[in-house]
């Protein structure tokens, strides 16, 4: 994925009316883009979090919290939203594809 099409899915990501996104990249996906050639070990020491944290995040394990999404955010001059609200769109995705059975709605 290039920076192009990084900056237009985090763009596309934090627009004031947020639409469901067809199968949204997960943050880390992102985050090694703008990562570049920073090591997960350089990245963790300047983001003052374990370097097993941050692995898990951009390999996809573990989801972006909303810690690391300030920390992210003051790291690369972004917004705590804009990572935040590629989490959201990324769990309410992977939600939507899971079976449920049928549920009523409650009485008014």
Request: proline share 4%.
């Amino acid at each position: 994925m290039e920076r192009t099409l990084c900056l237009w899915i985090t763009s596309t990501i934090t627009k004031a009316v947020m639409t469901r996104m067809h199968n949204p990249p997960h943050p880390g996906e992102v985050l090694r883009e703008y990562l570049g050639d920073i090591t997960i070990t350089e990245a963790a020491v300047k983001l003052g979090v374990n370097r097993v944290t941050l692995s898990r995040v951009v390999s996809g394990a573990a989801g972006v919290s909303a810690d690391m999404a300030y920390r992210l955010a003051q790291a690369f001059g972004t917004s705590a939203e804009m990572w935040a609200g590629m989490q959201m769109q990324y769990d309410l995705y992977q939600a939507g594809e899971v079976k449920r059975p049928k549920i009523e709605r409650f009485a008014a």
